[in-house]
């Protein structure tokens, strides 16, 4: 199945290395668009920071009435 999701992504910082999102937001199934749905997604991350750099293991868990599904990832990004 296919969807698009809109959240809000608010980021709280646990320690400087440990982030946790949770985002709620709205689904659209693209096989029907007008059939809006609530969702969360939330996920954690740990980052080793190296300079600007940050990088480390992530998980998501994504919750949707229609659909459930877990990531796990590695994180990257550059601080700014």
Known sequence: HGHTTI????LFRITDEWSV????????PDDDPSDIEPSVHLETAYEF???DFHLGPS???ALDPHAAHVTVGVHMGVGF
């Not at 959240?7 to 608010?10: G, K, Q």
């Not at 999102?21 to 659209?28: L, N």
């Open 59 to 61: 998980l998501e868990v």
């Open 49 to 51: 920071l190296l300079g």
């Open 7 to 10: 959240s809000v992504v608010p």
């Open 21 to 28: 999102i949770v985002a709620p937001g709205i689904t659209f």
